[in-house]
């Protein structure tokens, strides 16, 4: 860091210049997105849907699918990816990949974990089951 | 400069950056790569245990006080919505920051590093009195007094969980507000004016991002999913 | 120009501060400290890491021989054993406490200290400047601190070797509840803190170096040092630190997950526990041990491959020195390092087939981790093919390159047996575990290591290693790992499991006692025979025979055009430009070609 030494063409020569107007941009891409999903979120909450599970995996998607549009954003304006050379980009895009398998086996071995015991230790799932009355806040101090 | 780069360049041959970049940025987006890894796999491992569960607590029912507000909010989620919008904001500044490094306007780049870090302290600020808020409802590392969403008793994981990752996360916005308060020690004493370039700015906005990018997972993890 | 912000030889940014363009080498003055302990130059830190890592080895191997002494010899008392280690070894007899403390940390030390720091850490920082041509790394300050970080990471863990309840004793692997519960064991109290203390250490030292040495291969590369122009070492080297620095941090979280489970009542990997010594059950509930393991090994899994991808390399770079050919297939080496890479992080789960995990994503597994023999047959008949014909130089490193293939096809073999989830249920925990991952990643990678050592130790230290001394460690130590590991497999597929200490109670093994008297006794010789290397090690760096030219080997890359001993800088003057790739031996009537060669006009094309 200390290394480089003063070159003025250093400090024009990494990419373009910022353009204010698209950092305010994204800003209110990134507040539009959350506000949506808050209302979602807090709309699931308030209304009593039928069929609740099948509504929460599709709200869950769309968390996903918001989230990520999110991500990019921060990525590619805020963190100035999207203004890279390409090499950058891809280097960095093509390990990230490696999330989509991470993230399946995980959640497949965890939900395989749950089926499992569920079988095998009715015990276990009997007290998962029962309900029981909420603690007052507080209360477990 | 996009246009000092001539068509059919040849990135690779050596003697040159393939990425036309200087080190020391690409080293922190490889940092960053390797840290996405750590909270990812914090991230995952949350995920892994909710799977693993029967039931699991409603963050609409838990995240539901506010500051100054006796009691319940009548709708959940608004302080993390306060504290999203903090942390988004202090990444625009941020970005403001490094513009202003770019245009090599000292003043500029001081100011808005000032307004980031002040985000950030606040940011910090906000999770320290949700922490404290849950500490007093009776939740810690190992303590959840809050039920299943169907009325069943749940593990502590709830907690556990949400403590780790929010403190990991925390802990990386305090060392963020430290590097940011040395840049800015170091914009003003004119280090970088002599250097002639803003770069460290740059690789401290890349972290601060960074850190910004990770909450967008952690509160879609936590609090909406 | 924009583009040329890292270009070395570009007057005024040229990396790590060091101005060749009109000075000496040694223009600012070197003390001890900086020259010797805190030095940034690259090459005096791979020479802390691979002198660092021998103790490590030393200790480590010391190890085996005290449990291979107790398995060998299960009915005799050596009293001089209690003389040594106190209370540990009552009697004279190895107490089973400390039998599981020392594989523990004999497979710690050895993965983590020796054949990831001690390999990684000496011929990355040792080759990528030397052979990409640069002055040094990218941050010669940080891979100071790489090294730092190692040494901490060290010195926590011997500390663990001394505290009363001993080291940690749940294996390498640090599996909870074993690990994440005080009361489970001897092994799991302060010993187990020291342990993931010093791992996490480690893993801070294995990112500060991984980070580095990416980004020096990737932006420091000479002019005309294309990646396809680069020596496979480099290649691996590089695909070594990517598999670092995005597995690691994995296993730093699952390391603080269980720091919390073990100090913080949290139940992350913890649910329906009784233990036996306390007689209590624990109210922690909800947790998964499977989630650690799942963590462990997505980190595990990289790890095997970051100790094998280096000794591929320098394999590969000394068996096209000393074949005089060019290495067969290059492109198909690096697609093949590229290959196993990536899937080195998609197979995780085949060391967990027998833990419960679900069998159908086991059998997705069991896919995937098959698929991995493909790019290392592709290795093995390359070298081969490199083999063939070649007009080979038998030097010291040319035959442990030689004996690495051997090693790597006998323990490659075997993971296909164990890469399938039905055989691995009865092969799973048994002895012939033991000799797949000792043979192919344990020895293989050891014989990568001495091959890197026995030939680039003219660069490093001006001399030459002893050749009598280094012939004798060379088949005393193959044709023992062969007597060693082989036997096991046999032991193996009769069902004898793994972690135990005495098998006389058992009718079945009976038949193996003998058998397991000679291995312990070819294993003392061959440990016997390592420290012959050592002493070779260190008697060359000061009585050896000395360098005498410049390019001793007769090679093409661009270490063996920098000076006899090179300074902090590496070339006195300019750094040299490449104009081919790595491997132009024997090509249009020339031995050998080096890189820095302009293309001839009416040369041939490879």
Known sequence: MEHIQANPAVAHGQGQNFDTKAIWRTFRILLIITVVELILAIGYYEIDFSNKHFVKHVLNGIFVILTLTKAFYIIAEFMHLGHEIKNLILTLAMPSLLFIWFIIAFLWDGNSYKNLRNNYDPYQKEQSLKKVEAKKPGAAE | MAQAIPAGQKWWSGGKSPYNVEYGKLMMWFFLMSDAFTFGAFLISYGTIRFSSNSWPDPNAVFRSFPGVRGEMPVPLAFVSLMTFILIMSSVTMVLAVANGHANNKYGVAKWMGWTIVGGLAFLSCQAWEWTHLYHEGAWWGRNPFLNIDGTQSSTNFSNFFFTITGFHGFHVFSGVVINIIMLIMTLKGTFEQRGHYLMIEKAGLYWHFVDLVWVFVFTCFYLF | MSNELTVHGHPGVAAPDIHYEDHEVHHHKETFITKYVFSQDHKMISKQFIITGMVWAILG??????????????????????????????????????????????????????????????????????????????????????????????????????????????????????????????????????????????????????????????????????????????????????????????????????????????????????????????????????????????????????????????????????????????????????????????????????????????????????????????????????????????????????????????????????????LDIHLHDTYFVIAHFHIVMGVSAFFGMFCGVYHWFPKMYGRYMNNTMAYIHFWVTLVGAYLIFWPMHYEGLAGMPRRYLDYSGWASFNQFGELNRFISTVAMVVFAVQLMFVFNFFYSIFKGRRVTSQNPWGSTTLEWTAPIRPGHGNWPGEIPEVHRWAYDYGKDGRDFIMQTEPIGDHESKH
Do not use: C
């Open chain 3, 61 to 422: 191997g010391l190890m085996s021989v005290l449990f291979r002494l107790q398995l060998g010899y299960p009915d005799t008392a050596f009293p001089f054993l209690e003389d040594l280690l106190g209370k540990w070894a009552k009697g004279g007899k190895i107490q089973p406490e400390f039998y599981y403390a020392l594989v523990t940390m004999h497979g710690t030390v050895l993965v983590f200290f020796v054949l990831t720091g001690g390999l990684s850490g000496t011929f990355a920082n040792f080759l990528i400047p030397l052979q990409i041509g640069a002055r040094d790394m990218a941050s010669p300050f940080l891979n100071m601190l790489s090294y730092w970080f190692f040494w901490l990471a060290s010195v926590v863990m011997v500390s663990s070797l001394f505290v009363e309840t001993g080291p940690a004793s749940g294996g390498w692997t640090s599996y909870p509840p074993l690990s994440a519960l005080g009361d489970a064991s001897q092994g799991s109290k302060a010993g187990m803190d020291l342990w993931i203390i010093s791992m996490a250490l480690f893993v801070v030292s294995s990112l500060l170096g991984g980070l580095n040495y990416i980004s020096t291969i990737l932006n420091m590369r000479t002019k005309g040092m294309s990646m396809t122009r680069m020596p496979l070492t480099i290649w691996a080297i590089l695909f070594t630190a990517i598999l670092g620095v995005l597995s690691f941090p994995v296993l730093l979280s699952g390391f603080i997950l269980l720091l919390f489970d073990r100090h913080a009542g949290t139940s992350f990997y913890l649910s329906d526990i009784f233990i036996a010594s306390t007689q209590k059950a624990l109210p922690n509930e909800g947790g998964s041990a499977i989630l650690f393991q799942h963590l462990f090994w997505f980190l595990g899994h990289p790890e095997v491959y970051i100790i094998i991808l280096p000794a591929m390399g320098l394999v590969s770079e000394v068996m096209a020195v000393n074949t005089r050919k060019p290495i067969f297939g290059y492109m198909a080496m690096v697609g093949s390092l590229f290959a196993i890479t990536i899937l080195a992080f998609l197979v995780w789960a085949h060391h967990m087939f027998v833990t419960g995990l679900n069998p159908f994503l086991g059998s997705v597994f069991v896919l995937l981790t098959l698929l991995i023999a493909i790019p290392s047959a592709i290795k093995v008949f390359n070298w081969i093919t490199t083999l063939w014909k070649g007009n080979i130089r038998f030097t010291p490193a040319m035959l442990f390159a030689i004996g690495f293939v051997s090693l790597f096809i006998s323990g490659g073999l075997t993971g296909i047996f164990l890469g399938n989830s039905t």
